[in-house]
């Protein structure tokens, strides 16, 4: 298994391609799971990523079957069933680099804004459960100068949601602690903007190049 800094250089090496249309053959070109993949599987990264139909994380970073293991929520919130998803794969497979993957023009953040700023008298209460994990993190803005910029106030949010998620997991689970502290595993956030297909990482580290 790859380190953390190397599976973070293939994800950047991956998007990079992706933002440039160039597909690897051997990647989602590919019709079908090799016999290796039907009796294993060894993702390079785990993905927190939002439920949006336009940020595929495979699709977005250019990778093939098996390379990513990866959980999809709107909002990309944390739960306790992600953070069960993401021991798993940690602990199962080795993997050492967790993703949390925002993204620009987030329905889940803007739907939190508008709810704080105009609430629903009769919201879902399954929408509400996800309103609820993504306010903490972005009511606070309400208290500032973005309030008067939707725009400005939209961006600030997303990047504020990825990062209270990232906070989430390295403090929410005594198994990823331990993991980090020990054995390498690594938790950053990052931003895909759905204009131009670039993910950007907030908080990456030094990134080795891959063998």
């Known amino acids: 298994m ?14 990079r391609k992706f933002v440039e249309h160039v597909s690897s ?15 294993d599987q060894e993702p390079c ?3 927190l990523g939002c439920s949006d139909a336009r940020v595929p994380a495979e699709i ?15 909002g990309n ?12 794969a940690a602990a199962k497979f080795g993997t050492r680099l ?4 925002g993204h620009t023009k987030c329905g889940a953040v803007q739907t939190t804004l508008d709810e704080l700023q105009q609430p629903t008298e009769h919201q879902s209460p399954n929408l509400k459960a996800i309103v609820d994990r993504v306010r903490p993190s972005v009511e606070v803005l309400l208290q500032t100068d973005l309030r008067h910029d939707h725009k400005a106030l939209a961006a600030a949010a997303v990047r504020a949601n990825v ?5 989430q997991l390295r403090s929410g689970s005594d198994i990823l602690r331990n993991l980090i502290d020990n054995d390498g595993l690594q938790i950053v956030g990052a931003e895909y903007a759905v204009e131009t297909g670039t993910v950007e990482f907030f908080d990456s580290f030094s990134a080795a190049p891959c063998p």
């Open 60 to 74: 977005v970073f250019n990778q093939g079957l098996g390379d990513l293991f990866v959980i999809r929520v709107a």
């Open 98 to 101: 967790v993703v949390v993957l």
């Open 77 to 88: 919130i944390v739960a306790p069933s992600q953070i069960g998803s993401i021991e798993f």
């Open 2 to 15: 790859i380190s953390a800094s190397q599976a973070l250089q293939r994800l950047k090496d991956g998007n």
């Open 25 to 39: 053959s051997d990647n989602l070109a590919g019709l079908g799971p090799s016999a290796q993949l039907i009796q």
């Open 45 to 47: 990264a785990i993905i």
């Open 163 to 167: 990062e209270k998620s990232v906070a």
